[in-house]
């Protein structure tokens, strides 16, 4: 069984500061993990993803995260944040798809994150 | 546009009745997934198809819940009897299959009154 702690369920940043959301997790086997993006009233779009290989995963609209296992954690930071960065944030785990395993997601709570001009 | 698409995007129904709700997949989608989001949370898996075979479904899926997906293609999702507490984003994905990821859509939001 898998689960995921986002850790601040809203974050404020001013436009062209750093952005760093916190997200860790518990697995039993190796996880697959995810951040998702959602804007009011619209579906999960995939902002980046870690399977296996290289920790430091880069994503879409400048966005990366890395893996660290020994921390279990896998945070999710942009260097300058944009006005249209404001959304919420979900970080997501699944156990890595075998023979055994599917490709399920449990979520977290979710992070809003305003951008201050 | 190719996109998971689903139908309708909000329903407000009074308590007891039935809704329906129709999620297409994207196109040679073997997989796809039943999600629910409620206010102030992350989604919540529900159940999941490999064509036309439901595989699992969540304990969150009480008897009022129904998921189907008939010829391997679209899926609707029943929930009988509404209650005010399944007010929620209802939200469909689809995957090609079980090792790569899946693509949501923008959700069916379901408000009982």
């Known amino acids: ?117 | 546009d190719t996109g998971v698409s689903q139908d309708p995007r909000h329903k407000i129904t009074k308590r007891g009745q039935n809704v329906t709700f129709r999620c297409d997949p994207i196109s040679e989608h073997n997989r796809l997934y039943w999600y629910r989001q409620t206010l102030g949370q992350g989604p919540e898996f529900l159940t999941y198809f490999q064509n036309e075979a439901q595989l699992e479904k969540s304990r969150l899926l009480s008897d009022r819940f129904s998921a189907e997906r008939p010829k391997g293609s679209f899926s609707t999702l029943e929930i009988q009897r509404t209650e005010q507490g399944d007010s929620a984003m209802y939200l469909c994905a689809s995957s090609f299959d079980r090792y790569t990821e899946a693509f949501f859509g923008q959700g069916t939001r379901l408000t009982v009154v």
């Open chain 1, 1 to 117: 069984a898998q689960s995921v702690t986002q850790l601040g369920s809203h974050v404020s940043v001013s436009e062209g500061a750093l952005v760093l959301l916190r997200c860790n997790y518990s697995s039993s086997v190796p996880p697959y993990l995810f951040w998702y993006v959602q804007y009011p009233n619209q579906g999960l779009q995939l902002l980046l993803k870690y399977t296996t290989g290289a920790t430091l995963v880069k994503g879409i609209n400048g966005f990366e995260a890395e893996f660290k296992k020994s921390e279990t954690s896998f945070h999710l930071t942009k260097p300058s944040a944009h006005m249209s960065d404001a959304a919420e944030y979900f970080c997501a785990v699944s156990e890595a798809p075998d023979w055994a395993n599917d490709y399920k997601l449990s979520f977290g709570a979710g992070t809003t994150v305003t951008v201050r001009a």
